[in-house]
């Protein structure tokens, strides 16, 4: 086995049991600010999928395109938890704003 | 069966804790499960488009990406405002 095959094999095992664990703790968390920690890991875990395509594939067709789809993914993932957990305040506390019986200190 | 058939095998599973979250809990809830369910399919498409030896297929992944994080955009927007 190659040192291109176990690395293959490494991401694609790393990728697929994060994607897993994320999955589990998405079911598992009891808020949906906790399962929102779940988004961002899954978005490595997609990411390291592709890798491991790109890695068998080299820099061809699909190569290209599962790297695009890999900096995409880690891209927007950030993105979708910022905007999952606005919507979450909004529709708990009404506002984006902080409130005025909340005690958040600016400055850490 | 390849080992990228079966890692995708292994991530039609993860599916189904994402859908008992849509199903029993709240919309805000079922959307994090969407967004993870979003990603999921990405990278089951693309093990399906290597597993397979269809690599044209791979662009049936890029455009899953891209369409399930306008939509999970347009739900968050639509829950924060509307629902």
């Given at each position: 086995?190659?040192?291109?095959?176990?690395?293959?094999?490494?991401?694609?095992?790393?990728?697929?049991?994060?994607?897993?664990?994320?999955?589990?703790?998405?079911?598992?968390?009891?808020?949906?600010?906790?399962?929102l920690h779940?988004v961002g890991s899954a978005s490595v875990?997609a990411a390291?999928?592709?890798?491991?395509?790109?890695?068998?594939?080299?820099?061809?067709?699909?190569?290209?395109?599962?790297?695009?789809i890999a900096f995409f993914l880690l891209v927007t993932g950030p993105v979708l938890v910022h905007a999952t957990a606005r919507a979450a305040?909004?529709?708990?506390?009404?506002?984006?704003?902080?409130?005025?019986?909340?005690?958040?200190?600016?400055?850490? | 069966?390849?080992?990228?058939?079966?890692?995708?095998?292994?991530?039609?599973?993860?599916?189904?804790?994402?859908?008992?979250?849509?199903?029993?809990?709240?919309?805000?809830?079922?959307l994090v499960?969407l967004e993870l369910?979003g990603m999921?399919?990405t990278?089951?498409?693309?093990?399906?488009?290597?597993?397979?030896?269809?690599?044209?297929?791979?662009?049936?992944?890029?455009?899953?990406a891209v369409l399930s994080f306008a939509g999970a955009l347009v739900f968050a927007r639509?829950?924060e405002?509307?629902?």
């Open positions: 086995m190659s040192v291109r095959h176990l690395a293959e094999y490494v991401l694609l095992v790393l990728g697929t049991g994060t994607l897993v664990l994320s999955a589990i703790g998405v079911l598992v968390m009891r808020s949906v600010y906790d399962r779940y875990g390291l999928v592709c890798i491991a395509v790109t890695v068998r594939e080299s820099f061809s067709l699909i190569g290209n395109k599962t790297l695009l305040r909004v529709r708990e506390r009404g506002g984006w704003s902080i409130g005025d019986g909340e005690d958040v200190d600016m400055a850490q | 069966m390849n080992e990228w058939l079966l890692a995708a095998v292994v991530l039609l599973a993860a599916l189904v804790p994402c859908g008992i979250v849509c199903a029993l809990r709240s919309a805000v809830d079922g499960a369910a999921i399919d990278a089951i498409l693309v093990l399906l488009s290597e597993g397979l030896h269809r690599q044209p297929f791979v662009d049936l992944a890029v455009v899953a639509v829950l405002r509307w629902v």
